[in-house]
């Protein structure tokens, strides 16, 4: 019987192994990747628990990892075929730490390859070393989230490590993938609502002690929850877990839960169930625009925490690459729901006001403007419809069509509210890019006169007096 191999922090490691992973720590900051490669291989060797050095070596990895298409396929074959993975069961057999380090090695040349990280996950569930079987599946779902087959796996491990919010996220990174995983798509279901009785604590005892209460208590006391305290509202809540427990496609239930969500703020718990709802509705749109609603505040809320992670470390490349990512993912998604709208009612303006502003917003331009231009039919929203068309021909560099569209906007507009004030301050900033500078002036003090704090108007005016 191999001797276990203990999972170990930093603060933990033996004062020669703690020397190495300083050198390697200086070797990334200086670029080189390949030799803080070999000494994370070199820790790696006295403790393979250090799981640290692991995530090191592979990010490393990636950013040397230079394979052309042939190679990398070449690479997919050799695995695929079954003979080096063989042979490293074959070393892992025999000795464990011996097949850690082979797999290292080979992960060097192929970081992200789901045939090598799906056999440290393995051989790391066997030793009992959970945080080296997570990180091995993790690496699958960022390097190569096509893999839904470890995907599947990752979710599951999760789930036997009572960790349903992970879970849930892994399922939704597969439903992304293959929106038509019915397994996912339930598993993702089943493990939020897991989640949410975890963490409001109407698990087990919980939930029993609530079904009694809820056979004890009135449903008129609590039937409006904007009279309801919040405590009473958590009460509310584990009453309804315990009969969504007992059937899950009560669409009454399930709408009055995601309700609730809703009402704390809990934005992911809000969306999951009112998606349901959806579903067991038969297609309601109220509820579908709902569960759209949730999704989109979750996204301002992850993009707002980004911002703030980034305002406190500047010039953190990380965060800078993850709050680009995160916003393109989400602007790519509002399209696409904003697209399958108009699909179903190609005649509503609003739908297409909505998918304009999406377009734009993920900056293709030249789509959004079509479709802003059948939006102006609809006079309710037709001055916003007209500043967007207005911010589209800007970014194309058409300024003088811009202009006129923003001119037009500005005839709809009477008092000096916020709208007429963006309308003014961008027909302003076109303008100075005319280079018409007496006009832009002038839109400038048409704000300047009545909102002296609005964005940079003061300055503007005063410099344009000043200069005089």
Not at 4 to 9: A, K, N
Not at 212 to 226: G, V
Not at 280 to 306: C, F, G, P, V
Request: proline fraction near 3%; charge should be negative.
């Amino acid at each position: 019987m191999s001797e276990p191999i203990p999972e170990i922090l930093e603060g933990q490691l033996p004062q020669s192994v703690r020397t190495l992973w300083l050198k390697s720590l200086s070797a990334v900051e200086l670029k080189n990747y390949s030799y803080a490669v070999s000494l994370c291989q070199a820790i790696l060797k006295d403790t393979p628990g250090f799981v640290e050095a692991r995530k090191l070596a592979r990010r490393c990895a990636m950013k040397t990892a230079v394979l052309g298409k042939k190679k990398a396929n070449a690479v997919t074959q050799m695995f695929s075929s079954g003979a080096s993975v063989s042979k490293l069961q074959g070393i892992i057999k025999k000795d464990v730490r011996s097949g850690l380090i082979a797999i290292e090695k080979e992960l060097e040349k192929d970081p992200s390859s789901g045939t090598l990280n799906d056999l440290l996950f393995d051989t790391a569930v066997q030793e009992n070393m959970p945080e080296t079987a997570t990180f091995a599946l993790e690496t699958v779902r960022k390097g190569s989230p096509e893999n839904t087959k470890l995907l599947h796996k990752l979710a599951g491990y999760y789930l036997a490590r009572d960790m349903p919010q992970e879970a849930a996220d892994v399922y939704r990174d597969i439903i992304k993938q293959d929106p038509t995983d019915i397994d996912a798509v339930k598993g993702e279901k089943d493990s939020s609502a897991r989640a949410s009785m975890k963490s409001g604590g109407w698990e087990s005892g919980g939930l029993e002690s609530s079904k009694k209460d809820a056979d004890a208590e009135k449903e008129a006391e609590d039937s409006e929850r904007a009279g309801m305290t919040r405590d009473q509202k958590k009460e509310k809540l584990a009453r309804l877990m315990a009969e969504y427990q007992a059937d899950n496609n009560n669409l009454a239930v399930v709408k009055e839960i995601g309700a609730i969500y809703e009402d704390f703020g809990y934005w992911p718990d809000a969306h999951v169930f009112y998606s349901w709802a959806y579903k067991l509705s038969h297609s309601d749109t109220t509820l579908k625009n709902k569960a759209e609603d949730m999704k989109n505040r979750d996204a301002d809320e992850q993009i707002k925490k980004l911002e703030e992670k980034l305002e406190a470390e500047p010039g953190n490349a990380d965060l800078e690459k993850e709050l680009l990512e995160f916003r393109q993912e989400r602007s790519k998604g509002a399209v696409k729901d904003a697209q399958l709208r108009v699909d179903q009612n190609p005649t509503d303006p609003q739908l297409r006001f909505d998918l304009g502003l999406a377009l734009y917003n993920s900056g293709d331009y030249n789509g959004a403007i079509p479709h802003l231009q059948q939006a102006k039919r609809n006079p309710h929203i037709r001055t916003r419809v007209l500043l967007t068309l207005g911010r589209s021909f800007d970014a194309k560099g058409m300024y003088d069509i811009a202009n006129s569209q923003l001119k037009e906007a500005l005839e709809d507009l009477h008092a000096m509210d916020g709208t007429k004030k963006e309308v003014l301050y961008l027909m302003g900033v076109i303008c100075k890019k005319m280079d018409n500078h007496d006009e832009a002036l002038q839109c400038f003090k048409e704000i300047y006169e009545v909102d002296y704090g609005y964005l940079d108007v003061a300055k503007r005016v005063e410099e344009a007096y000043d200069s005089k």
